[in-house]
């Protein structure tokens, strides 16, 4: 069996596990229907795996295409050319992929040669296409394709475009070089809870508080108390975050000094998710995200001396964590453990003993653990002020974060024509809460 048979055969069997997966969800009661935090994971995977296979099933025909088309030209070499039995095609430099990236985004602002053109048809890139997707990884571009590589029709159909003299592309190919920026600025993110939902209408996420109340012991004939659990909700909303415009002349993109096809999507990617990283930790919740800081219950531990020369201590970082329940302590190692900045962590290493000994080992790399229980360094929590909160312990999978859709990133044509320039930019919606502000405890500067 070849290996285009045998990726089809996978990606039908991967659809029909997912679809039983969703299956099973649907045949249960209405209110317990939605999917698991195991089943969304698995079926994430399953998702994953799905469009694996088919972006090597989509190489795999435009691979056979091309050995057609060649077979074809030897055919027709051999019969117009005898003394020529060789394929012309036998000498041909492969095609570079990152060359038809800055071909595609060279188009009508620069000239183009046949070689160029060339190169980016047999990448499988239209110069002429208003869509381009683009794959990186950390070495650069590995794929290139005009339109979507997993719809199986020729333009991809998420691509809005407007007329007059703004006219903008939507750029949804750059999602996977945003979302590898976003990993890099924003590690908050990677320990608490995430969602991604089609609409941006309130999102109310249900809460419930029953530990104050026990069952009872009740005598024979005795009447049964009626004792009601505290319900309530914390509402996600959709706010709008922007990376502000970048500027990239003209000439940079003739010239191609540094990759813009890397460094444009970077640029973007890291403004949005160092955006994303301080409302997570302490944002208002006015304009933007509750932070986790915003929301944490104050453990009560203050840090002793004054705010212009505090005193670290481990114990006030030991009173920190035990002044949450250990329910949340319980917490996946990834999800729970001590969230401070960089400069503090940095003051808590150099403490020492009454014989000038180091607690923390010297020679081991930081941050480490500390009680058994991981550091999370975080250089958009507080280091400093008054009552600032400078540190935070708990479980951070009980924070939640919303995104919108996906990140829509833009090309504006025209809007910077006048000064020699594209503008590019990124827009994204999202929201965060603490739903259980009992799960997280913050540790305070001194008061003055």
Not at 210 to 239: M, Q
Not at 322 to 349: C, H, I, N, Q, W
Request: charged fraction near 25%.
């Amino acid at each position: 069996m070849n290996e285009l048979l045998q990726l089809k055969e996978k990606r039908a069997t991967l659809l029909a596990a997912a679809k039983e997966i969703i299956a099973r969800a649907q045949a249960r009661p209405e209110a317990e229907r939605d999917l698991t935090a195991e089943e969304n994971t698995k079926v994430d995977q399953i998702y994953a795996e799905f469009d694996k296979h088919g972006r090597r099933i989509e190489t795999l025909e435009r691979m056979s295409t091309l050995e057609r088309a060649e077979a074809q030209l030897n055919e027709v070499t051999r019969r117009t050319a005898p003394s020529r039995p060789a394929s012309v095609l036998d000498h041909a430099t492969p095609p570079n992929s990152a060359e038809a990236v800055r071909t595609w985004m060279l188009r009508g602002h620069g000239t183009i040669t046949q070689e160029q053109i060339l190169n980016a048809s047999l990448c499988g890139v239209d110069v002429n296409s208003a869509a381009l997707t683009i794959r990186f990884n950390a070495n650069g571009v590995v794929g290139v394709y005009s339109g979507d590589p997993t719809s199986g029709g020729p333009v991809r159909r998420d691509i809005a475009t407007t007329s007059g003299s703004s006219a903008m592309v939507q750029w949804k190919e750059f999602t996977s070089s945003f979302d590898k920026a976003l990993q890099f600025r924003g590690r908050v993110l990677d320990r608490v809870t995430r969602i991604r939902t089609a609409t941006g209408v309130d999102l109310p996420v249900p809460k419930i508080d029953d530990t104050a109340n026990r069952g009872r012991w009740l005598a024979e004939g005795s009447p049964v108390t009626n004792t009601d659990p505290t319900l309530g909700s914390a509402p996600l909303k959709a706010y709008k975050a922007s990376s502000d415009k970048v500027p990239v002349s003209i000439e940079a993109l003739q010239d191609d000094q540094v990759s813009m096809n890397m460094i444009v999507p970077m640029l973007l990617g890291e403004r949005i998710g160092g955006l994303f990283n301080l409302a997570a930790t302490r944002g208002a919740g006015t304009t933007e995200p509750t932070g986790i800081f915003t929301d944490a219950t104050a453990s009560g531990v203050v840090l002793a001396g004054t705010n212009a020369s505090p005193t670290y201590t481990w114990d006030s970082f030991l009173d920190l964590k035990y002044s949450v329940d250990p329910a949340y302590r319980e917490a996946p190692a990834e999800k729970r453990g001590f969230m401070l900045s960089d400069t503090v962590f940095g003051k808590l290493r150099k403490l020492k003993d009454s014989q000038n000994r180091y607690y923390a080992d010297p020679f081991q790399p930081g941050p480490g653990t500390f009680d058994g229980d991981p550091i999370f360094l975080n250089n958009d929590v507080l280091a400093t002020g008054v009552n600032a909160k400078v540190a935070a312990y708990g479980d951070y999978s009980r924070y939640w974060w919303r995104d919108v859709q996906e990140v829509t990133f833009y090309r504006l044509n025209e809007v910077g024509m006048l000064n020699g320039q594209v503008v590019f930019l990124a827009f994204a919606r999202a929201d965060g809460r603490l739903i259980n502000t009992s799960a997280v405890k913050t540790l305070a500067n001194p008061a003055s």
